[in-house]
C-alpha cells in the first residue's frame, strides 16, 4: 500500500480562512499564512488553498496571499479558485503553488484541462469534482462552489478528465461536507478503483476513524479536512500516529 496522505484544506473568502457546513453557513477559522506555516510544521503532506468566491465574483486568484503561504511551508501546495487559462497557472506557479486545481471553467471547457496538462504537465493538474447525492441514487456534478447543478455525473466527469490529462481527483461530497459524519466511502471507492490517478477524499472528517475508513473502506490516496484542524479538534501527529497504529501506511 502506498503511502496515505493526509490534506488541511484553507477555504479563503475575503482574504481568511472559512469554514461552512454543506457548503454553507460559513464562519471564520483564521489567518491562512498562520494555518499553512502551523500544518507544515505539524507534518501535514499537503496544504490546499481553494479562493471559494473566485469563480462567482469573476476575478482570479489572490496570487499575492498564495505567494505569503507559499513563504512559509516546506509541502507541495496546490491552489484552486478562479483558474480558466495557462495565464493564470503560469502566476500562480510563479508565486509559490506547486499544483493548481480546476472545477467549474474545466466542466465549461474541457479542452483546458489538455491544454494545461500539455504545457506544465498532467501532475500539475489537479480536478476539484464537488457533488452531491440526489433521490435518484446519482452523483450529481456542481459547479461555481456548490450553487449550480449540472445533469453530469460524477464518475462521467471523472473518466472524461483524466483521459484529458487530469493527473489527480479532489472528489468533494457536498452532501458530507462539514458535518463531520465520515466521508462519502461509495463514490470514493468507485472513482479510485476505476480511474488510473490518486483520489482525494474530501468532506465529512470528524473523528480518526473517519480517516481509518476512508483508507481502508473507501480506497482513497489522501484525505484533506478543514474544520477538525482549523479549530484544533484534531492534531495532525495525532492522526498519523492513530493511522500508524492502524497498519496504514503513512509518512511521519
Same mark, same amino acid.
Given at each position: 500500500m502506498l503511502t496515505k496522505r493526509i490534506i488541511p484544506c484553507l477555504d479563503i473568502k475575503d482574504g481568511r480562512t472559512v469554514k461552512g457546513v454543506? #457548503? &454553507?453557513?460559513l464562519r471564520d477559522a483564521g489567518d491562512p499564512v498562520e494555518l499553512g506555516a502551523l500544518y507544515a510544521a %505539524? *507534518?501535514? $503532506? %499537503?496544504? =490546499? #488553498?481553494? @479562493?471559494?468566491?473566485?469563480?462567482? &465574483? /469573476?476575478?482570479?486568484?489572490l496570487s499575492a496571499l498564495v505567494n505569503r503561504i507559499a513563504h512559509h511551508i516546506n509541502i507541495p501546495f496546490t491552489v484552486g479558485g478562479g483558474i480558466s487559462s495557462a495565464e493564470d497557472v503560469s502566476v500562480l506557479l510563479q508565486n509559490g503553488a506547486d499544483k493548481i486545481s480546476v472545477n467549474t471553467s474545466a466542466f465549461k471547457r474541457p479542452g483546458l484541462i489538455a491544454e494545461l496538462a500539455k504545457e506544465f504537465g498532467?501532475?500539475?493538474v489537479v480536478l476539484a469534482i464537488d457533488t452531491r447525492l440526489e433521490a435518484d441514487g446519482q452523483w450529481y456534478v456542481y459547479l461555481n462552489g456548490?450553487?449550480?447543478?449540472? &445533469?453530469?455525473?460524477?464518475? $462521467?466527469?471523472? !473518466?472524461?478528465? =483524466? $483521459?484529458? *490529462?487530469?493527473?489527480e481527483i479532489l472528489l468533494t461530497s457536498?452532501? !458530507? @461536507?462539514?458535518?463531520?459524519?465520515?466521508?462519502?466511502? $461509495?463514490?470514493?471507492? +468507485?472513482?479510485a478503483e476505476q480511474l488510473p490517478v490518486p483520489v482525494i477524499a474530501s468532506g465529512g472528517g470528524g473523528s480518526m476513524p !473517519?480517516? /481509518?475508513?476512508?483508507?481502508? @473502506? *473507501?480506497?482513497?490516496?489522501a484525505a484533506l479536512a478543514a474544520s477538525i484542524f482549523h479549530f484544533k479538534e484534531i492534531a495532525i501527529p495525532e492522526?498519523? *500516529?492513530?493511522? !500508524? &497504529? +492502524?497498519?496504514?501506511?503513512?509518512?511521519?
Open positions: 454543506n #457548503f &454553507e453557513n %505539524e *507534518g501535514a $503532506d %499537503e496544504l =490546499v #488553498f481553494l @479562493d471559494i468566491t473566485a469563480t462567482v &465574483e /469573476k476575478r482570479k486568484t498532467s501532475q500539475c456548490g450553487r449550480t447543478r449540472t &445533469e453530469a455525473l460524477c464518475v $462521467d466527469w471523472a !473518466h472524461q478528465a =483524466v $483521459d484529458a *490529462g487530469a493527473g457536498m452532501n !458530507h @461536507d462539514g458535518t463531520k459524519q465520515g466521508f462519502a466511502l $461509495d463514490i470514493t471507492r +468507485q472513482l !473517519h480517516f /481509518k475508513d476512508i483508507f481502508l @473502506d *473507501g480506497k482513497a490516496d492522526l498519523k *500516529g492513530y493511522l !500508524h &497504529e +492502524q497498519g496504514i501506511p503513512v509518512r511521519r
